[in-house]
């Protein structure tokens, strides 16, 4: 995203410099101190609405359609600002128009743009010389136009291909979550309905059966607890998963959000790394959620009497100390005599977390 970002700048930076320099040749050769003065302030207002509309159309957060309104209104009053500007001697606003069209697939998206054209023929048609303000508004800024068309393009493309990889992200956690939600449904659903119509009919024995009525509570009672205790098992299976089943889980849904992953999990852990599994989902969920990241490393190490897992990307946001999730998982191996880290040096979040084998 940054360097597309930089590429469609940098390119639509010669638009702006157009509808800076071009005006401001005019100006330079105006001899009416009043005009000069006219000509500097709407080379200056064009300029500075110019360079925040373009800046705002590829800055995601940025108020655009406010930039918008100020490009359009500068442009209007570039018209008797810069238009008398060294008359006959240089198309001073004719280069305006220029920038204008050359920002046209930056900004043609919005309504409002249409209204562009028509300054420009406005403009051009009470010039001193028609033609060849024609000719400087449309040709140059057409060639403008033409040389913005491939970042504008490929910026477009790159932010959909960021609010996919988003999407694919969430995705990922909602169809995790569903799986869950179903192990548990297909899991309690036979035993919660057994129950239900056992404490209905021990409800309807009890004025008449007492003795019946005790003997099914107390199968509610056993039926109750089984299903407490299969519903441990179920959380306690999915908390303690293997950590390298773990980290394909992890590997999968990091390659799917479009994060590029390097996994290395040697064979034959010890039972004491299924600990560092939630140190594995909660770094991954911090990729996920907290950063931009483009690569993501994950690597297990045993020896010397522990497991340590460290997990690296390239999304670091700057965060400072442990966030909610980090404490908690910090206290959670603190129990089991382990540890967790983290640090962020040149753009590089690193967490790395370690048990006792």
């Given amino acids: 995203m940054r360097q597309a970002r930089v ?72 018209v008797p600002l810069l238009a008398p500007v060294a008359v006959g001697r240089w198309d001073t606003w004719a280069w305006v128009g220029a920038a204008l069209v050359g920002t046209a697939p930056v900004l043609v998206r919005r309504r409002w743009w249409v209204v562009v054209p028509l300054v420009v023929a406005v403009a051009v048609a009470v010039s001193a010389e028609p033609v060849r303000a024609l000719v400087v508004a449309g040709g140059v800024g057409s060639a403008l136009a033409l040389v913005h068309v491939l970042p504008v393009w490929l910026w477009d493309l790159v932010v959909q291909a960021q609010q996919g990889r988003e999407a694919r992200a969430r995705l990922a956690v909602i169809e995790e979550r569903l799986r869950f939600a179903r192990d548990v449904h297909d899991l309690l659903g036979h035993r919660l309905t057994v129950i239900a119509l056992k404490a209905e009919l021990a409800s309807r024995l009890a004025a008449v059966d007492g003795a019946r009525a005790g003997a099914e509570a107390d199968e509610v009672r056993v039926l ?80 010397a009497g522990e497991v340590r897992l460290t997990v690296a990307n390239d999304g670091a946001t700057g965060a400072r100390g442990l966030g909610s999730g980090l404490s908690g998982l910090a206290e959670r191996l603190a129990q089991v005599g382990g540890m967790v880290r983290t640090g962020e040096e040149d753009g590089v979040f690193t967490l790395v977390a370690t048990v006792r084998s």
């Avoid at 940098?10 to 638009?15: F, H, I, R, T, Y």
């Avoid at 064009?46 to 373009?54: D, E, F, H, P, R």
């Avoid at 999990?265 to 931009?292: F, I, K, M, Q």
Wanted: charged share 15%; net charge neutral; proline share 3%.
């Fill in 7 to 78: 590429i469609t700048l940098v390119s639509l930076g010669v638009a702006w410099s157009t509808s800076v320099v071009g005006p401001g040749i005019g100006v330079l050769l105006e001899t009416r101190p009043g005009w000069v003065v006219a000509g500097l302030v709407g080379v200056l207002l064009v300029g500075a609405a110019q360079a925040g509309a373009l800046y705002a159309a590829v800055t995601p957060g940025r108020a655009q359609s406010r930039w918008d309104m100020a490009l359009l209104a500068a442009a209007l009053l570039s």
């Fill in 224 to 303: 109750a607890a089984a299903a407490l205790s299969e519903l441990r098992e179920a959380v306690h299976g999915y908390r303690t998963v293997e950590l390298d089943e773990q980290a394909a889980a992890v590997e999968q849904v990091l390659t799917a959000a479009g994060v590029r992953c390097t996994v290395t999990v040697p064979a034959g852990l010890p039972s004491a790394a299924r600990e560092l599994s939630w140190a594995l989902r909660e770094a991954g969920t911090n990729v996920l959620r907290h950063s931009r990241a483009r690569w993501c490393t994950i690597d297990v190490v045993a020896g």
